[in-house]
Nanobody, 130 residues
């Protein structure tokens, strides 16, 4: 069982940066694939980014097309935390952001939908004004 708690959301202006954090409980954090999703009002939950588990020295990451080049996902296993660094924010980035954890052994390419994830946080609101 993993509990996830997001933080770091807020109200910012277009062009600003924010860093979201997701703290995980438990002693096996390094074994989980970690992802970020977002959901705007009236829209489906959208894939943002994913990072592989810590089986190897090099982490594998993947990003949604709308955030590629602006957002960066990274993890600190010593702190049981995954981060989402968001730069050059746009009004269309406004959403509730959720982190998720998966125990799957699948490739990162399969982790861009909500289905493979076993645990979800409660979400943190990000609002970007124009």
């Amino acid at each position: 069982q993993v509990q996830l708690v997001e933080s770091g959301g807020g109200l910012v202006q277009a062009g600003d940066s924010l860093r979201l954090s997701c703290a995980a409980s438990g002693r096996t954090f390094s074994r989980y694939v970690m992802g970020w999703f977002r959901q705007a009002p009236g829209k489906e939950r959208e894939f943002v980014a994913v990072i592989s588990r810590s089986d190897s020295i090099t982490f594998i990451t993947k990003y949604g097309d709308s955030v590629k080049g602006r957002f960066t996902i990274f993890r600190d296993n010593a702190k049981n935390t995954v981060y989402l660094q968001m730069n050059s924010l746009k009004p269309e980035d406004t959403a509730v952001y959720y982190c998720a954890a998966a125990e799957t052994g699948g490739s990162i390419a399969t982790m861009i939908t909500v289905r493979p994830y076993d645990y979800w946080g409660q979400g943190t609101q990000v609002t970007v004004s124009s």
